[in-house]
Structure formats: structure tokens, C-alpha cells
T-cell receptor, first 119, second 112 residues
Framework: AQKVTQAQTEISVVEKEDVTLDCVYETRDTTYYLFWYKQPPSGELVFLIRRNSFDEQNEISGRYSWNFQKSTSSFNFTITASQVVDSAVYFCALSGFNAGGTSYGKLTFGQGTILTVHP | NAGVTQTPKFRVLKTGQSMTLLCAQDMNHEYMYWYRQDPGMGLRLIHYSVGEGTTAKGEVPDGYNVSRLKKQNFLLGLESAAPSQTSVYFC???????????FGPGTRLLVL
């Protein structure tokens, strides 16, 4: 069974602070994919990043960066110089392959972290 | 491109009533999914489809049925609604597996 844990239920920061959202996962699959989605107050889910289990390079996209560490089963997300528009619920998710090597793309989500950025 | 659309946006049902939620995608995606979102629990997979004419159960399928008669549409049915089905329902689609899933705007359902 797969499991994704986002231990931080809520985080509150002041604008321009850096903030890191933690994600820890469990899977028996040797091949899997990790995702981050953003859910702003309007309610839609916005895709941020996809990373496969063979690629442990960190990634940076503007103010966003992701740190993937297979050794600790973590895929953490950092927002640098946070802005009010970053206020949202952020979800980490996992998709793996079954014993037969088949993946149906089913996502297992974490509980989400509510990020509030105050002006 | 509209992407993934969901109908209706909001609905109130009485216990025991039935309804169908419609998901449509115009991206020619093979894979489609129905999730429900409840406070503090993230999103949980209800049913999914790996292609036209196919459906399969996800993590929380009880009380729901689905159909995928056309590639672009994925219907979620509630035969006899219960208050426990009060939730926000999201549909998603992806081109391949495990591909990036693109989500619809959601349907908020209240069962009284």
C-alpha cells in the first residue's frame, strides 16, 4: 500500500519569508512518480511538478524549488520569498507501478498543508 | 481548449435521491479519474478508467457507479445518496500512465 504524509497541517508566514512544506511517502514500488499540486482559495487543483523515482536532482522553478531525497523518502517543497498569492492548500501525491509493472496512474494524496501568507 | 469540465458545479440532494455527475475532457486523454475531497483527508480515488468502455474501482468505490461510454466523458453516479457522500468531487484526466493528471473545477455536493 502507498501512503503520503504531510505532517504540517497549517503553516502561517509573513510575506517574503521562505517556507518549506514537508512530504514523506511510503511505497514498495521501485518505480514511482511524485507530484505537487496547489489548490488556491478558488478551489481548482493546479499541477506544479512531477518527478520520477530515478531522478533525484533538485529542481528550481522561479521561487519554487523541490528537494527529492530517496534515502529519507521525502519530497519537500520550498517557496522562497513567499507572496500573498502563494496562500493555498498544497498537496503532495504519489503514483506507483504494481507488481506486474503496470501503472494506472492512480494518485495517492497527502492530507494537504494549508499555507497562509500574511502581508 | 476547455480542458476538463464538470457539471454541475453545485448540487443539493436529499437522502435517497440519485444523480449523475458529468466529466468531459477535450484533450483526447485515455485515462480518467474521479476523486472526492473531504476536510483533512486529501483526495481519495473513487473510480477510474484506462480507456473507453473500461472502468475500475479505486480506494472508496462504495455507493458510486461510473460509466465511460465515450472517450471524452466519464460519468459518476450516486444511486441513493447518503449524507456521508457530502463532499467535493473532482474529475481528472491524463494522456498516459502515470502521466500528469489535469483536474476539473470540482462539484460541490451536499446531501441532506
Amino acid at each position: 500500500a502507498q501512503k503520503v504524509t504531510q505532517a504540517q497541517t497549517e503553516i502561517s508566514v509573513v510575506e517574503k519569508e521562505d517556507v518549506t512544506l514537508d512530504c514523506v511517502y511510503e511505497t514498495r514500488d521501485t518505480t514511482y512518480y511524485l507530484f505537487w499540486y496547489k489548490q488556491p482559495p478558488s478551489g481548482e487543483l493546479v499541477f506544479l511538478i512531477r518527478r520520477n523515482s530515478f531522478d533525484e536532482q533538485n529542481e528550481i522553478s522561479g521561487r519554487y524549488s523541490w528537494n527529492f531525497q530517496k534515502s529519507t523518502s521525502s519530497f519537500n517543497f520550498t517557496i522562497t520569498a513567499s507572496q500573498v498569492v502563494d496562500s493555498a492548500v498544497y498537496f503532495c501525491a504519489l503514483s506507483g507501478f504494481n507488481a506486474g509493472g503496470t501503472s494506472y496512474g492512480k494518485l495517492t494524496f497527502g492530507q494537504g498543508t494549508i499555507l497562509t501568507v500574511h502581508p | 481548449n476547455a480542458g476538463v469540465t464538470q457539471t454541475p458545479k453545485f448540487r443539493v440532494l436529499k437522502t435517497g435521491q440519485s444523480m449523475t455527475l458529468l466529466c468531459a475532457q477535450d484533450m483526447n486523454h485515455e485515462y480518467m479519474y474521479w476523486y472526492r475531497q473531504d476536510p483533512g483527508m486529501g483526495l481519495r480515488l473513487i473510480h477510474y478508467s484506462v480507456g473507453e468502455g473500461t472502468t475500475a474501482k479505486g480506494e472508496v468505490p462504495d455507493g458510486y457507479n461510473v460509466s465511460r461510454l465515450k472517450k471524452q466523458n466519464f460519468l459518476l453516479g450516486l444511486e441513493s445518496a447518503a449524507p456521508s457522500q457530502t463532499s467535493v468531487y473532482f474529475c481528472a484526466s491524463s494522456y498516459n500512465s502515470p502521466g500528469t493528471q489535469y483536474f476539473g473545477p470540482g462539484t460541490r455536493l451536499l446531501v441532506l
